[in-house]
């Protein structure tokens, strides 16, 4: 045992080397040399026991090979301190190990050590004492008498012969021998004896361990990781495990006379994490020489961050997990101006950077034909922050309203206009003003364009412009082309041609692009048949298309322009219809009784129903139940 514990202090990376494995010394020692060596120990320690026993109880004799106890040859010289003195060292240690051991104390192997040991150094002096004092000194006088007795006991068989032989041996004063004087020289040498033999062997012990394992020698075998460098270079080289060095790495592994901390063979040492990551890692010395990491450095996590620093709110980025040196972006409410930055830092902590000012307006702006709503005094000592408004009302004669309104860049923004109102746009010859009614009832007001399209006949572009002053300003005119197409018609259909057709104004194309009404569309009247057009050609106007004229039915007949229809058994439900009428998917009419002699109904041919307006006329129900009365009557 302190053989292993010396190469433990001594050699400390000896073991690894031999075995390539990290099995201490002390571990093989006991795998590989205790179990045999226990049981080696236990079997001398048994031979020896039984020897003593044997020599101090039984004895063979030399005359005739009889058997005799050596007790009454003993029994004078005190046979029993001897054993104990000398025998003891063996019998008392073994059996105390055993009781230390395998006893009812149930002690670590380190403590029932230290016991024995601690018994063995209190047990040894007083064995050392019994031996000098109490059992027969050392010398020749009884020895030489032994050696007589021996030889006369060979020549002597009788028991009574050997009787008078002992009483006259002690009774001889020559032969005397005192067991109960001891010399005090030979006491002090063996007390000063002593007394330097456990200086001697406690000098050896702490030489050989020493007490304070901080101050130790050079180990005699010491190897450590060298392939890789020593444990800076180690975590140098492998910057990607963010692995760093504790303050007491140097001081635990330096080697003497050696720069740097160096590992052992089967040694390992705690790394710290660079800062921004956290973990526990360490590093150990395999026993082939090569570096072995165990654990990992992850980065610092930061908690959640906050929604709202500072007048600004975070800017959702979908990131659940924050760790060390992430950034964020918090954006500024309305009414503040600025950036906060959040950075999650090395210690896991939030650091903010940055901040959100209030944006404040200078006083609101000067707005021709407009006053503020607010009282001087109120307008000088009040602020302007972003969002708030200040409204205007316009000055007679104009109409609107106006708001200013303090933006989020510190200026403010002017909505609404004050405009004078016109009239109607005037009427102008040859021309009609083209507007949307809605625009109308809005009413007309400053800037206001309204564009004018050129009656048939004429071309030529008109726009009227509303002005400051109230009044429109009319740029353009319409000019005569074709002539007017209403004398046009007149002449080709007489004076009353509007009951046979009309112009569709909103129908008029402008081919020739000179801003004149080319060709018109005419619109034939209730009853009539017919799809006419005006065009205008070489500065006259010409008819084309087919003219207006009764419906055609299927016999030659003509339809009337206006019939009336009673339906119901009754003839109660009664309706105008003009020209042909779509009734129940076919298209009928009343003809005129002079273009078809017999006949009153006909299908009509070649021409699509007109889709009659709804106009109701007297039923004929009176005169139906006149018929019927004086059917009856008959």
Request: with cysteine; hydrophobic share 35%.
């Amino acid at each position: 045992r302190l053989a292993t514990t010396f190469l433990e202090h001594s050699a400390p990376s000896l073991c690894f080397w031999v075995s390539k494995s990290c099995m201490s010394c002390t571990k093989l020692y006991e795998d590989h040399i205790h179990l045999a060596a226990a049981a080696v120990n236990f079997i001398l320690c048994s031979f020896a026991l039984a020897f003593v026993f044997t020599f101090e109880k039984l004895g063979k004799s030399w005359q005739g090979g009889g058997r005799h106890t050596f007790d009454e040859y003993l029994r004078r010289i005190g046979p029993f301190w001897k054993f104990w003195g000398v025998k003891g060292v063996v019998s008392v240690t073994y059996f105390q190990w055993l009781v230390l051991s395998y006893g009812p104390f149930h002690f670590e192997q380190k403590r029932i050590y230290l016991l024995h040991c601690l018994l063995t150094t209190v047990e040894m002096p007083i064995l050392a004492v019994i031996h000098s004092c109490c059992a027969y000194p050392f010398g020749k006088p009884w020895l030489e008498y032994l050696l007589k007795l021996q030889q006369k006991d060979m020549e002597e068989a009788e028991a009574e012969a050997s009787d008078r032989r002992m009483t006259v041996f002690w009774r001889d004063p020559e032969d005397t021998i005192s067991m109960g004087k001891v010399d005090s020289m030979l006491c002090c040498f063996y007390l000063l004896f002593w007394i330097a033999g456990c200086i001697g062997a406690h000098s050896f012990v702490v030489f050989v361990l020493p007490v304070n394992e901080m101050v130790q020698r050079p180990p005699m075998f010491n190897v450590s990781c060298t392939k890789e460098g020593d444990i800076w270079q180690y975590v140098e080289n492998n910057h990607q495990l963010h692995y760093r060095l504790k303050d007491d790495t140097l001081e635990k592994h330096r080697l003497p006379n050696v720069g740097g901390a160096w590992l052992h063979l089967c040694d390992r040492t705690e790394l710290d994490c660079e800062p921004g990551f956290q973990g526990s890692p360490i590093l150990r010395c395999s026993p082939s020489g090569t570096y072995d990491h165990r654990g990992f450095c992850r980065r610092t996590r930061c908690g959640q961050p906050k929604e709202e620093v500072g007048h600004a709110r975070l800017h959702s980025s979908g990131q659940t997990r924050w760790t060390s040196d992430m950034e964020i972006t918090y954006e500024c409410q309305r009414g503040f101006t600025g950036q906060i930055q959040g950075i999650c830092g090395k210690d896991g902590v939030w650091r903010f950077e940055g901040e959100c000012k209030e944006v404040i307006c200078p006083s609101p702006p000067v707005v021709p034909r407009a006053k503020p709503l607010l009282e001087p005094h109120e307008l000088e000592y009040r602020t302007w922050q972003a969002g708030t408004s200040l409204h205007y009302q316009c000055e007679e004669p104009f109409t609107g309203s106006i708001t200013a309104t303090c933006e989020d860049d510190g200026t403010f923004l002017l909505s609404g206009r004050c405009l004078r109102q016109c009239n109607a746009p005037p009427k102008m010859p040859n021309s009609v003003a083209i507007y949307e009614n809605q625009l109308a009832i809005k009413g007309f007001f400053e800037g206001l364009r309204v564009t004018y399209q050129c009656s048939p006949g004429y071309g030529g572009t008109l726009i009227a412009t509303c002005r400051e002053d109230g009044n429109f300003s009319v740029e353009g005119g319409c000019k005569l082309r074709c002539g007017g197409l209403e004398s046009f018609l007149e002449k080709q259909f007489g004076v009353f041609w509007k009951d046979d057709l009309s112009t569709n104004q909103s129908g008029t194309l402008d081919f020739t692009g000179t801003g004149e009404a080319d060709l018109v569309p005419l619109r034939c009247s209730m009853g009539l048949a017919g799809q006419p057009l005006a065009v205008c050609h070489e500065g006259g106007w010409r008819l084309l298309g087919d003219p207006c004229q009764l419906f055609r039915t299927s016999s030659g007949c003509r339809c009337k322009r206006q019939w009336k229809l009673c339906q119901g058994l009754l003839q109660n439900n009664c309706k105008l219809w003009h020209g042909c009428h779509d009734r129940d998917g076919s298209s009928w009419c009343e003809v005129e009784s002079s273009s078809c002699g017999q006949t009153s109904w006909d299908y009509c041919v070649g021409q699509s129903a007109q889709e009659d307006p709804e106009v109701h006329l007297p039923s004929e129900t009176k005169t139906v139940a006149l018929r019927i009365g004086l059917l009856v009557t008959a």
